[in-house]
């Protein structure tokens, strides 16, 4: 075989090879988008420009001259060309694809439910409210159960819920000295405080907040969410508790909160205080901390008296204006009422709210009755720890605790009954008290009205038992 027959066939070899590997390369295109042949040819003589049979002779004349003076350079110019056509057609490919697919996108979506979807999910995330209520009548508030996770962010759920949160202005009325001696009398802002809108029926709708807030008024204002400020009326109230519930027209009001269960709070839950601290000039400010504690027992003394309240400590910061506000969890759902909080100097984050399953029966029957109807005894008391020892010196050594009767109406359950005056009650039923606070605990959380209560009193020194009728 000559050298001019040894390179014909290099040559046909090199063609076979190179058009195999640009078929390769092509293999990946849809269908539709093979490649033309003028892009082999082009490949495959590189520095020479395409030829016709009628130069096929002249060319075959050159190819000798052609290898022994560049045949490395033929070799490596159609590597580098084959790369180059590579990478032009990647880029090429993923340039094409990302236009399909957004000609498919804008296409289809229109012609979807894609976007309405998208929409639903998205007022769906809207947790912890309830938009407009249109029931004729009132209805029981009940907690709702509460998950251990919130698929929402807490900004949704902070700004759907701040819609539920209004200031409350407290004025009461003041007698003013004018000139020669005249007097005047009118409404002064006393003291402002925060609520939360959870009914709404007909033309009214229902604000529960704190009864320190409002006592004493003579006239309520409330401050809506835009801005807008309404009167409103007072429902009930129950200072043992420190609840009240309020109404206003409902034309104003755009949505409510939901009550969670708080039973199933644990120290260390996430939870958030909105309100108006300081006034309104702050309002709907949010707090953020946790649950340091459940079923703290806060003494408070109140208009009816003193109380053991029942509460949920949280190191959330509360501040004054903050009475009346929401304690909520990451869904938004209301389990507490911001009550109070100790503020001593040097201590930090000891605030407390009345847990809403504490208050929702309260709420309940403060809309339904107007007030809490609870066992009435009619007897004054004192703790016998705060009476002059003089009146108790002739107990027993042993007795050190329990609740002396200062006085007793007449006509009263314990008139009736047969108590009187300076008996020392130590126990109710058989449980031990020690002061009046657990009396009253006693009488408004174990017994009800009509209940017979067995009372043990020491009356001259001696023990003796007392059976009273409650009443209302």
């Avoid at 498919?104 to 976007?115: A, G």
């Avoid at 609520?195 to 033309?203: A, C, R, T, Y």
């Amino acid at each position: 075989m000559n050298y001019k027959d040894e390179f014909e066939k290099e040559n046909e070899k090199n063609l076979q090879n190179t058009s195999d590997e640009i078929s390769d390369v092509y293999d990946n295109k849809p269908e539709g988008k093979e490649p033309e042949t003028q892009y082999v040819e082009e490949t495959v003589l590189t520095d020479n420009e395409p030829v016709g049979r009628s130069e096929e002779l002249e060319a075959e004349k050159n190819k000798e001259e052609i290898v022994n003076e560049q045949p490395t350079k033929r070799v490596e110019f159609k590597n580098n060309t084959k790369k180059k056509r590579r990478k032009v057609k990647g880029f090429a490919s993923m340039v094409a694809a990302g236009m399909v697919g957004s000609v498919l996108t804008l296409t289809v979506l229109p012609y979807t439910n894609y976007l309405d979807n998208f929409q639903q999910a998205d007022e769906k995330q809207t947790l912890g409210i309830t938009q407009q209520n249109a029931n004729s009548e009132v209805n029981t508030v009940t907690a709702q159960p509460t998950s251990e996770k919130s698929s929402s962010s807490i900004a949704d759920t902070v700004e759907q819920l701040s819609k539920t949160i209004v200031g409350i202005v407290n004025y009461q009325q003041r007698q003013s000295q004018g000139f020669y001696g005249s007097s005047s009398s009118q409404n002064v802002e006393s003291g402002t405080g925060s609520g939360v809108i959870f009914q709404k029926n007909n033309d009214t709708a229902y604000i529960v907040t704190n009864n320190h807030v409002v006592e004493g008024a003579t006239k309520l204002e409330v401050s809506l969410y835009n801005g807008e400020k309404v009167s409103a009326e007072i429902v009930g109230t129950d200072a043992l508790t420190d609840l009240a519930v309020l109404k206003i027209d409902s034309k104003h009001v755009e949505a409510i909160a939901q009550f969670g269960d708080s039973s199933t709070l644990r120290p260390g839950d996430q939870v958030y205080a909105i309100g108006n601290p300081l006034g309104l000039d702050f309002a709907r400010t949010v707090t953020e901390g946790i649950v340091s504690a459940i079923n703290r027992s806060i003494a408070v003394s109140t208009s009816a008296g003193n109380w053991e309240t029942n509460v949920i400590q949280t190191d959330a910061a509360i501040n004054p204006g903050n009475s009346g506000g929401a304690l909520i969890n990451p869904e938004g759902l209301v389990i507490g009422i911001n009550s109070l909080k100790i503020s001593e100097s040097g201590v930090e984050g000891l605030g407390f709210a009345i847990p809403s399953n504490d208050l929702l029966p309260i709420v309940n029957e403060l809309i339904e009755n107007g007030k809490v109807e609870r066992p009435y005894l009619g007897v004054g008391l004192a703790d016998l720890t705060e009476v002059p020892q003089l009146y108790w010196e002739n107990l027993p050594e042993n007795v050190k605790e329990g609740v002396m009767i200062t006085a007793v109406e007449p006509n009263s359950a314990a008139a009736n009954g047969g108590l009187e005056a300076q008996d020392v009650i130590v126990t109710m039923n058989g449980t031990k008290i020690a002061n009046s606070s657990e009396l009253r605990k006693f009488l408004y959380s174990d017994v009800n009205i009509g209940d017979e209560v067995k009372f043990e009193v020491y009356r001259d020194g001696k023990l003796i038992t007392v059976n009273v009728k409650l009443a209302k």
